[in-house]
Structure formats: structure tokens, C-alpha cells
């Protein structure tokens, strides 16, 4: 575990965590590779949030109600993993049924390298649309699991 500066390479949104499994199971961003893990996500259990991984500068505009857009200071981030520790063999990211009870933060969905050599980040339009989306739902804060990565 590492406490990383945000604002410098990324920013994080943290949203509760049963609204952030809500837009991972549905597979908003479906066309961004969420769907394979292709956004990188921290989950703290401690603090019942998901913290999903966005370009410099997303603060400046963020506006989801119930989520904040962490831009300056600290967050802790834990050391990534190759296999995805919160899945089952062949099981996707998205799937509802891939639930996570690891009482330490964890990466339900690692980072990814693209082949420039950056990490790919959360898309926060379609971000936004996925909360918004998800909010909308009645069964988004009542899932069961949901709030574990």
C-alpha cells in the first residue's frame, strides 16, 4: 500500500460502493472495456467506496451529486495485481456475481498499460453517465454484496 499524490498523473472519483458495483455490473461503458476490466478501480472496504481512476483535471468540472473528484492530496493505493483478486476463473469484471471480501483495499479492476505506455483511465463522461444511469435504479443501493469491490 502506497499513499500516491493525486492531480500529478491521475485523479480518483470516489463514489459508494454500491453505486460504483452497480455501474460495473451493468457494463455502462461497455464500449470503453469496462466490461474486461479496462478501467482501473480501488476499492476500500473500510470506507465502503470505489474509487474509479481519471485524467488530470476531471475536478474542474465534476458534478455528480453523492460522488467527489479527489484532485489534490493523498490516496492510498494498494499494489497492483496481475490476476484480479475479487474474480472467479474466466469470470468477467462486470459480471454481478463476481464479488470481492477482502477486508484490506484492493483492485477489483487493476490498471492496465496501453501499448504508449500509460495507463488507461476511466472515461469521466461516460463515468458520469454510468452514476447518473446507475442512481436512476432503485435496485443500485439496495444490490446484494454491493459495497465490496
Same mark, same amino acid.
Given at each position: ?16 460502493? =454500491?453505486?460504483?458495483? $452497480?455501474?460495473? $455490473?451493468?457494463?455502462? *461503458? ?6 474486461? &476490466? ?7 472496504? *473500510? ?12 475536478? *474542474? ?17 494498494? *499494489? ?49 453517465? &454510468? ?12 444490490? =446484494?454484496?454491493?459495497? =465490496? &469491490?
Amino acid at each position: 500500500m502506497a499513499l500516491l499524490p493525486t492531480g500529478r498523473r491521475w485523479e480518483a472519483v470516489r463514489v459508494p460502493g =454500491r453505486l460504483g458495483q $452497480a455501474v460495473i $455490473a451493468r457494463g455502462f *461503458a461497455r464500449s470503453m472495456g469496462i466490461e474486461v &476490466g479496462g478501467w482501473p478501480v480501488i476499492c476500500d472496504p *473500510a470506507e465502503g467506496t470505489l474509487s474509479f481512476l481519471v485524467p488530470v483535471g476531471t475536478g *474542474a468540472t465534476w458534478a455528480v451529486p453523492g460522488t467527489v473528484c479527489l484532485s489534490d492530496g493523498p490516496v492510498p493505493v494498494p *499494489a497492483p495485481t496481475v490476476d484480479g483478486p475479487c474474480m472467479a476463473e474466466g469470470q468477467p469484471v462486470a459480471d454481478s456475481t463476481a464479488r470481492c471480501d477482502l477486508p484490506v483495499p484492493h483492485w477489483p479492476q487493476p490498471p492496465l498499460v496501453a501499448l504508449a505506455g500509460d495507463v488507461v483511465l476511466t472515461d469521466p463522461v461516460l463515468l458520469a453517465q &454510468g452514476l447518473q444511469s446507475a442512481a436512476a435504479q432503485p435496485d443500485a443501493t439496495t444490490a =446484494r454484496g454491493a459495497g =465490496r &469491490g
